[in-house]
């Protein structure tokens, strides 16, 4: 799988906006489906502000313990939170 840079996610969003497939998309790019999927759910709640440029974010001890308590205590998916707080990839919450 390749890293794909801030305008490589914009422009997948687009190309999904103007009617391309999810599975063209994840050939064109070389990324799995459910990547390209998240991406896109991510974008439409956050708009392309949520795209960073490389510059990795620092959250509190106490906002990580709330956002691990969503899942654990509330049964969140985590898909459903990582989406909710604007995390690049539910990956971060399954580690």
Do not use: P, W
Not at 13 to 38: C, D, P, Q, V, W
Request: aromatic share 8%; proline share 0%; glycine share 6%.
């Amino acid at each position: 799988m390749s890293k794909l840079t801030r305008e490589d996610k914009i422009e997948i969003y687009e190309r999904r906006k103007n009617g391309e497939t999810i599975s063209s998309l994840a050939k064109s790019f070389n990324i799995h489906e459910s990547k390209i999927k998240y991406l896109i759910v991510l974008i439409k709640k956050h708009g392309y502000d949520i795209l960073r440029n490389g510059k990795n974010r620092y959250y509190s001890r106490e906002f990580k313990l709330q956002t691990i308590n969503r899942v654990l205590v509330n049964y969140e998916s985590v898909r459903q939170v990582a989406i909710d707080i604007g995390l690049a990839s539910d990956g971060i919450l399954h580690n």
